[in-house]
Every structure is written in structure tokens, then in C-alpha cells.
């Protein structure tokens, strides 16, 4: 809660836009990663599978829009980053911030979770890295 807070007055968003990208964000990575080391992260990310729920449900509902659409019919990695990047355009995020949003978000599970294994995440979700600019 306190993350969406932050972040809702930062990027000039409502709490529940920044619980929908932070949702769709998690999603990307659990897409992608699955596992052990995520479920380690979801345990310590109280709420988080609440958000990842209203992110696909958001997403069912029509927020995605059309990129979401073009990214499930390119399919692998360019289908998610192009479905990343409709999830969080669906929030109110304008595409400068997006980048912005997701390092915040980042940083904030690194802080909860541990900069090792949020790294070891993110380094098998490369459409984070490459579309947003997650890690330098």
C-alpha cells in the first residue's frame, strides 16, 4: 500500500492506476519466470497477488487497448513488451514514465525481497530490461 501511495503521487496517478500497473508488471514476470524464486517474492509482497488478479481482470475488461491486442498475436518476447507496455499505458502513465514507474517498482521490491533474487527475476523477463530500461 504505501508503494501505491508513492507512487500515485509521483506519477500523477490514483492508487488503484498504480495497483493496476503494478499488477501487470508482476504478471509480465510471473509469465516468465514462474517458479520458486517468484512465489519467494510473492511471499514477501503482502497484497501483490491481489493487484496481479486486477491487473487480468483490468485487462479482460478492454484496458489493455490495441497494443495489448497486437502483442498477443506477435506472441514470445515482442508480444510481451508490447503487452507490457499496453497494461501500463491503460493506467494513465504516459509512455516517459512508464520506465520511470517500473525502476521504482524495482527498487521497492528489492527492498522488500532482495536485490539478488528481484535481479535474478528481472534478468528472465529481458522485455523489462529492453523496453523500460530497468536495469542499466
Known sequence: QDFLKQA???FG?????????TGGVLNILKENT????FKELMGKLPGAKDLMNQAEKGKSDGLGGVLGSVGGLLGGKAGNALSLASILDGTGLKMDQMGSFVSK???YM???AGGDLVDKLIGKAPELKTLLGVLK
Open 8 to 10: 500515485a503521487s509521483q
Open 34 to 37: 514462474g517458479g520458486g524464486s
Open 13 to 21: 496517478i490514483s492508487e488503484k492506476e498504480a495497483g493496476h500497473a
Open 110 to 112: 528489492k527492498g522488500k
Open 105 to 107: 517498482l524495482v527498487d
